[in-house]
């Protein structure tokens, strides 16, 4: 701009007709526009009164002068009937809007742009009446409050719990919060609820649960009738085992199962389902139910006496396999469950000699009370198996009851290692010694869950195991040696530590795996 004012006056007339650019506006859902207080704008043919300053008027140019004729048309033009006012000056065709864009720094900030050169001033009018006031355009006024009922903030209180009100509904519900406590306690329970949506932890019950509840029920109100000590693995087994297949839909009882153990010096395999499974082990449960006086499902099943169901659980099995046409189903659970229920209420309620009646496997005899540990110790590892068969966890027995089974098994190794010995699968007695006398022995060393110390008869069923007379030693874990005496692991990698009479070693770790079947 030059100071003769000759630039300065075209420039002006591009500046007062050139439409106003607004400044950046606010999104829609922040800006609440009926609390924007709306402008007030002038009649028709006025001007907007101007607060910041005085009007002065601008130098007339000199005559000939660039700009004087345009002056003259523009007062002219406004003179005339049906000229445009300011505000309607915002309409200029598209074809002003090159020119107008020529100075935007005069269109935002008027004051810094106002000539002061020589006392020349050029006053800018305003386009409308918020051109005054520039903050209305760039800053959007806070969303206020909106008033509702106590109804419909109670309806929000579950978007709100997951975020999902406006800046303007959240205001509203959290400052009802603040005022109405059934509301409060409400929006507590809410957000405590969304916080299980996103939880990261699994969702089955903790093992433990069931024992936990039902030693707090007993607590309170002992059962008038209590399980004995020696029946509580079974009964613990069984209800875990049932609550893995309980919801079972009809594929997974359906689903393939590998069952495993060792005959003489090799690993034997058999396949069969999850139904199958259960059928097993209410074949093999059935051998208790003639001490305590119960019907034999095997031979309910095939309507027979007893005397001609066979004893061996190898051959009951086979049996109730062959039975079973077309293959056994989900509804197999309930009669295997309603066993298990009668034999627990009936070993309960029998007194204390029962725990002493002799239950016949075919090939040898167990007293009942290590019988249903035996059940209890298949339970549990035919549950591993079918676990497996469905991709789901499933964990040993507690501490007490595996210890239980560690010792059954440990006391059943001489008798083993006799039988293998006439087989000629191990080695002939070193020494002779009498019934009860002590004689050379393999220390048994479990480690941890269930875990203790054994000492294992080598020559006789008929002489005690004694730490003086240990020969060899050998260490595992509690899990592993019961995954060993089920057959599922081989005997050559079961040892964790070896030390002393290789041998002797060797045929307690074979008797092990020999203490498996189907």
Not at 54 to 65: F, L, M, S, T
Not at 364 to 379: G, I, S, T, V, Y
Request: net charge negative; glycine share 8%; charged share 25%.
């Amino acid at each position: 701009m030059r100071g003769d004012g000759h630039e300065g006056d075209r420039r002006d007339d591009e500046v007062r007709d050139a439409r106003r650019i607004p400044g950046p506006r606010g999104a829609v859902d922040d800006l609440d526009l009926e609390s924007v207080p709306r402008p007030v704008l002038p009649p028709r043919g006025e001007h907007a009164p101007e607060e910041t300053a005085p009007k002065q008027e601008a130098p007339v140019p000199e005559d000939g002068a660039p700009g004087q004729e345009a002056l003259k048309e523009e007062e002219e033009a406004r003179e005339a009937p049906g000229a445009k006012e300011p505000q309607e000056a915002l309409e200029a065709p598209e074809e002003q809007a090159p020119e107008a864009l020529e100075a935007p720094e005069a269109q935002e900030a008027p004051e810094e742009q106002a000539p002061e050169e020589e006392g020349e001033y050029v006053v800018y009018e305003p386009l409308s009446g918020t051109a005054s006031d520039p903050v209305a355009w760039a800053t959007p006024p806070a969303p206020v409050t909106p008033a509702l009922s106590h109804q419909v903030l109670k309806a929000l209180l579950g978007a709100w719990a997951l975020s999902a009100c406006s800046a303007g509904e959240t205001a509203a519900v959290e400052e009802h919060l603040t005022s109405c406590a059934p509301c409060a306690d409400e929006a507590l329970r809410l957000r405590d609820a969304v916080g299980l949506l996103h939880t990261d932890g699994s969702l089955d019950l903790d093992p433990g649960l069931r024992a936990r509840v039902l030693d707090g029920c007993l607590g309170r109100r002992p059962a008038r009738i209590p399980v004995p000590e020696w029946v509580t693995p079974y009964d613990a087994e069984t209800a875990r085992l049932d609550a893995l297949v309980r919801d079972f839909g009809a594929a997974e009882w359906h689903a393939p199962v590998r069952l495993q153990w060792f005959e003489e010096e090799r690993a034997v395999t058999r396949r069969t389902t999850v139904a199958g499974v259960i059928g097993h082990l209410m074949a093999v449960d059935g051998l208790l139910s003639a001490v305590l006086g119960l019907e034999d499902p095997l031979a309910a099943a095939e309507g027979r006496g007893g005397s001609e169901v066979p004893l061996t659980p190898v051959r009951r099995t086979e049996a109730y396999w062959a039975a079973t046409h077309p293959p056994a189903t989900r509804a197999v659970r309930e009669p295997w469950r309603d066993l298990t229920h009668r034999l627990i209420s009936t070993a309960s309620i029998a007194g204390r000699n029962v725990a002493e009646r002799s239950v016949s496997y075919g090939d040898f005899a167990l007293p009942l009370q290590d019988a249903l540990l035996d059940r209890a110790f298949e339970c549990w590892v035919h549950g591993t198996d079918i676990a497996e068969a469905v991709d789901y966890p499933y964990g040993p027995p507690s501490a007490a009851h595996l210890h239980r089974m560690v010792d059954l098994a440990a006391r059943m190794l001489p008798a083993a290692l006799a039988g293998r010995r006439r087989a000629g699968l191990a080695g002939p007695a070193k020494e002779l010694v009498a019934p009860g006398e002590p004689g050379r022995s393999v220390h048994l060393e479990v480690e941890g869950h269930g875990g203790g110390d054994w000492y294992i008869a080598l020559d006789s069923p008929a002489t005690v195991g004694s730490p003086d007379r240990a020969v060899a030693q050998v260490a595992l874990d509690g899990v592993e040696f019961c995954r060993l005496v089920a057959g599922h692991i081989s005997p050559v990698e079961a040892a964790a530590g070896q030390e002393g009479d290789r041998e002797a070693i060797r045929d307690v770790l074979f008797a092990s795996a020999s203490l498996s079947r189907l």
